[in-house]
């Protein structure tokens, strides 16, 4: 919340756009366009090792000045962490990179030089104005990104969730557990109010666990069935083309019957919707 002492306190740096310019605004906006122009000249033309090196000591120098300017607004400001959370680009800002071994690190090398020129920019127009750009740009960025980042990243948990096999996985599982599972459901049986009465029949132990043991030996050899494989392959892909259908028309952040028309079958959500409808008292 901004309190009355915040919006009374004028900006540190106006830029030298208003006019309310003093000689330190221009010496830290020039090397602020120095910063930038070295950084961009390594990043476009690497030059040689040995010129490459003096341009990265005078990187270093004006990054130190720059963190010395950074720390005396800072104690302008009281030391208060607000001026941290607002400025914090600026520190990525001062790291000196403008050096030949960072040739090789190009999206490094182009993201901090992005930082450089949102710092100069704030010389030229005032302190804050990276920070207000990038908030009022925000929202619209994430809103432009997020459908595609979200398919992307569907598409490559698909891949992982594919690498695995769930019925043999499944198959192995019961049956390294099977005498645990046995007890569990013989148990179940003896505690049933209704089938607990057939344990007064003789063999009733016998008929239980030769039943229990059928069982598993049905399950387990249709698991292992290869025709499972094909079953759980084509349940993950069908899904996965689904979801993806529904991410593009945008079915994950609004409901519309119109679009959902598209998909081969409802959605899970519109499932459970209909079925809160139908089923109003069921519903804790």
Known sequence: MTTLRDAREPELNSGILPGNVRADDWIMLILAAGSVGLLGFMVLSPPARDTGLVIFSVDCGICGVFFLE???????????????????????AMIPVAHPAMAAHKFVSVVLLLIRIG???????????????????????????????????????VKVLETGNYPENLAKSLGANKEELRAIITE???????????????????????????????????????RIDD?????????????????????NDM??????????????????????RLHPKSRP
């Open 255 to 276: 409901d519309d019957a119109e679009k959902e028309k598209s998909l081969p079958v409802r959605t899970q959500h519109t499932a459970a919707l209909e079925y809160d």
């Open 119 to 157: 710092r100069a920019a704030d010389r030229a127009v005032g302190e804050q104005f990276t920070y207000r750009l990038v908030d009022k740009l925000s929202e619209p960025i994430v809103k432009a990104i997020k459908k595609p980042v979200t398919i992307a990243v569907l598409d490559e948990v």
């Open 188 to 226: 179940k049986i003896a505690a049933d109010p209704q089938l607990g009465r057939l344990k007064r029949l003789p063999f009733h132990d016998e008929i239980v666990r030769a039943c229990v043991d059928t069982s598993f030996r049905v399950l387990l050899e249709v698991l292992l069935d290869p």
């Open 231 to 251: 079953f759980f392959s084509a349940v993950v892909r069908d899904n996965r083309e689904q979801i993806r259908l529904a991410v593009q028309l945008g079915l």
């Open 70 to 92: 950074f720390l005396w607004r800072w104690r302008k400001r009281r030391w208060a962490r607000k001026f941290l959370v607002r400025n914090w680009y600026e520190l990525f």
